[in-house]
């Protein structure tokens, strides 16, 4: 397995070894020993999620208090544009985010840590996630912040209007948000 950096220390890409022949590909897309010894991350993943989204659609930026969760985020389908923000109030790179493309082609994953908020565009028509929760999900304990906030200035790789939830479109800038230590 392949670690690829990003501007974020914590946040990183972990790309699979692809095996492939006549008959089309495989790969290990999880192993707890090597994730380990990738990330120097012993996480437990307690829950898998999966959704599909169509093309503009923004989900985020999620995140949960009290029991936060890491996210291990990877799409099997389609394409995305991926966006983690630091929001450890204690952190030197408090506020600040990076972004990267995912996509069904590549095989690759992303690591969020939990003290981190996540939220992704849907870049291809329909776009299939999966990832791997180390938290179980609380929905009393879930937060977010808004997509388009420009304390944090995310450079989004589109222009128009996004899909969004009303949550997501309701949802308060960094300043006004909860969150981590």
Do not use: C
Not at 20 to 49: C, K, L, M, W
Not at 77 to 94: K, N, Q
């Amino acid at each position: 397995m392949k670690l690829i950096p990003t501007e974020l220390r914590e946040v990183v890409l972990l790309e699979p070894k692809i095996h492939e022949d006549p008959r089309g590909i495989t790969y290990e897309s999880y192993n707890q020993r090597t994730f380990r010894e990738a990330t120097g991350v012993d996480a437990s993943f307690v829950q898998e999620n999966r959704s599909r989204s169509v093309k503009h659609t923004i989900r985020g930026l999620h995140y949960q208090v009290g029991r936060p969760q890491g996210k291990l985020v990877g799409v099997l389908s389609g394409e995305l544009y991926d966006v983690a923000v630091d929001l450890r109030r204690s952190s030197p790179s408090f506020g600040k985010w990076t972004g990267f493309r995912l996509s069904g082609n590549e095989h690759r994953y992303a690591w969020i840590p939990s003290g981190f908020g996540h939220g992704f565009l849907a870049l291809s028509e329909h776009v299939e996630v999966v990832y791997k929760l180390s938290e179980f999900w609380a929905p009393e304990l879930e937060r977010v912040i808004r997509w388009d906030d420009p304390d944090l200035a995310i450079r989004w790789p589109f222009e128009g209007k996004p899909v969004l939830s009303r949550r997501d479109a309701q949802a308060p800038g960094l300043r006004e948000a909860e969150v981590f230590a």
